[in-house]
């Protein structure tokens, strides 16, 4: 069984477009991310749920909008996509309160390319 | 806020030598430093922690040293193997907001 599962693998799509990425763990954490991969491989917190609630909000464009339907489940919707939002976008668990400091369980990534 | 520095970015060692990775952070209340492996077509995952409390952890191969007062922190692979190739990335717990401050990562590449 896989752990975290982000849906889809892989996403191609056009400028402009509107797209969602959906992320589902079974691990029964509490707390759950999105992290956005850049080509050179650096990590940048996006956002961050606790028991369904928004704890952590980055710098992050409006048109990047989370929701979190019931705390196994936090899907990421991106509103008319640009160029510079390729990249891989990684989801993640943890179990501690929305604390960080317990292990995050990543997914496997959803790689989004813009044409 | 928190600020984590990663050292090498890239580090090649010969299969069966060690690899040592450094980290700095800022923020002299962080308490919590984990180290995550990613591979390729993979997402993160975690490969040792160490909390403030204690200066070394050991797990087989692979330690974790902590130093508070110069504030850095390195993770320590003995007896590389192949399937070590990986990037490498070290992050610190931000105490005032909670979250995880990462590294930029090391690419680790072990030769035959």
């Known amino acids: 069984d896989t752990a975290v599962s982000q849906t889809p693998k892989y996403l191609v799509t056009q400028m402009g477009n509107d797209k969602s990425i959906k992320c589902e763990q079974n691990?029964?954490?509490?707390?759950m991310y999105w992290y956005k991969q850049d080509s050179k491989k650096f990590l940048k917190i996006m956002f961050s749920y606790n028991n369904k609630e928004l704890i952590i909000n980055e710098t992050v464009p409006n048109r990047f909008s989370p929701k979190s339907p019931d705390k196994a489940h936090l899907n990421l919707h991106i509103n008319s996509l640009e160029l510079g939002d390729s990249a891989v976008y990684f989801c993640a668990s943890s179990q501690d309160g929305g604390g960080g400091n317990q292990p995050q369980h990543f997914g496997d990534g959803t790689r989004l390319s813009i044409l | 806020g928190e600020n984590v520095e990663q050292h090498p970015s890239t580090l090649s060692v010969q299969e069966g030598d060690s690899a040592v990775i450094k980290c700095t952070y800022s923020?002299?209340?962080?308490?919590?430093f984990p180290w995550y492996k990613q591979e390729l077509g993979k997402g993160p995952q975690l490969i040792i922690d160490?909390?403030?409390n204690v200066g070394e952890k050991k797990d087989q191969r692979i330690a974790v040293t902590l130093n508070k007062t110069a504030k850095h922190f390195s993770l320590h692979i003995t007896e590389t193997q192949p399937e070590d190739s990986a990037v490498y990335f070290c992050?610190?717990?931000?105490?005032?907001?909670?979250?995880?401050?990462w590294g930029a990562g090391t690419k680790l590449i072990i030769k035959p």
């Open positions: 160490i909390r403030s």
């Open positions: 923020d002299s209340a962080s308490n919590y």
């Open positions: 992050a610190a717990r931000e105490d005032s907001n909670y979250q995880l401050i």
């Open positions: 691990l029964g954490h509490d707390t």
